[in-house]
């Protein structure tokens, strides 16, 4: 893998939304080789703080169901009008739903933003490997389909993080405007560290 290659796939991963998927299903097989590039995610201590489920059979209709009557009752009829809440109801339907799951470590004892950060670098790699496979996707984190988790089986101590939305993109969908900041406002040099009242933060167990 050359850099410019890396470079191409980080600039084309994009968000797909399940309006845009066809129907084309994605195959087990293929679920399994990206959930699997989501392992190799870098991890503090190893302790891989995840788990995934693909939500099938009742779940595109009971999301779409979930989210229409969701918004439905927290928007005025002007705001989310009967055409959005007919079209919600369906708008999983072509949908592959991953189900995120966070698995806080207990013996690790990591601060919880660094098992967050790991899973989500898990998510980038799947989200990578949908894009070098033509398969469209993102990660739904709203309001309605965290209230939906309430209907995921879940273990003690875990918690859902959303659902990641996969799905072949149909034919002619058009990208919107997709703009980032400068790298000259994000990147700067620093030579001299701040020497007064320095405190070590955010060490974990092993450093
Ligand atoms: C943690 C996380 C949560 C997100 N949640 C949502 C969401 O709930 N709804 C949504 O429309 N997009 C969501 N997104 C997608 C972002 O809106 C999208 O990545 C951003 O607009 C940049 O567009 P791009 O992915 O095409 O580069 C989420 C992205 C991340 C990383």
Request: with cysteine.
């Amino acid at each position: 893998m050359t850099f410019e290659a890396i470079s191409k796939l980080i600039k084309e991963r994009k968000t797909t939304y399940a309006n845009d998927f066809s129907d084309k299903k994605i195959s087990k097989e293929t679920i399994e080789a990206i959930v699997e590039n989501a392992l190799w995610a870098p991890t503090h201590m190893h302790t891989q703080p995840w788990r995934f489920v693909v939500l099938e059979g009742s779940h595109q209709q009971e999301l779409g169901e979930f989210m229409a009557s969701y918004y439905r009752e927290m928007y005025t009829e002007k705001q989310f009008s009967k055409e959005r809440y007919e079209a919600t109801k369906s708008y999983s339907k072509n949908a592959t739903l991953l189900a995120v799951i966070f698995q806080p470590n207990k013996k690790a004892k990591l601060p919880e933003w660094e098992e967050i950060a790991a899973i989500s670098c898990g998510v980038q790699n799947i989200w990578l490997s949908c894009t070098a496979l033509y398969i469209g996707a993102y990660w739904d984190t709203s309001i309605a389909t965290i209230a939906y988790g309430k209907r995921i089986e879940l273990m003690e101590n875990e918690q859902f993080l959303g659902i990641f939305f996969m799905g072949y993109p149909k034919v002619g969908v058009k990208t919107g405007i997709r703009k980032r900041k400068s790298l000259s406002k994000k990147l700067s040099f620093s030579h001299k560290a701040i020497t007064k009242d320095v405190v070590p933060r955010c060490l974990g167990s092993n450093g």
